[in-house]
C-alpha cells in the first residue's frame, strides 16, 4: 500500500491536486491496517475506519 499511496500522491501533486493521506490514520508502526479497522475477512475496511476517513477529510479539507 505504502508504494500506491507515493504514486498517488506523486500524480495528484504532478498534476496540481490535493492530496490527503487518509492512510496515515488507519495504519499501526508496524505500516499494517490496525486491527480495530479491519473487517472479518482481515483485508477490507470496516465501518469505523470509514467514519475515521470521513472525520479526517472533514478535518484536512483544503475547502473548509
Given at each position: 500500500l505504502d508504494k500506491i499511496n507515493v504514486w498517488a500522491k506523486e500524480v495528484a501533486l504532478d498534476n496540481g491536486l490535493p492530496y490527503?493521506?487518509?492512510?496515515?490514520?488507519l495504519k499501526d508502526?508496524?505500516?499494517?491496517?490496525?486491527?480495530?479497522?479491519a473487517a472479518e475477512d482481515g483485508y477490507h475496511l470496516n465501518e469505523d475506519a470509514y467514519s475515521e476517513?470521513?472525520?479526517?477529510?472533514?478535518?484536512?479539507?483544503?475547502?473548509?
Open positions: 490527503l493521506d487518509v492512510q496515515s490514520i508502526s508496524n505500516n499494517a491496517l490496525k486491527q480495530e479497522y476517513i470521513i472525520k479526517y477529510i472533514r478535518t484536512h479539507s483544503i475547502y473548509q
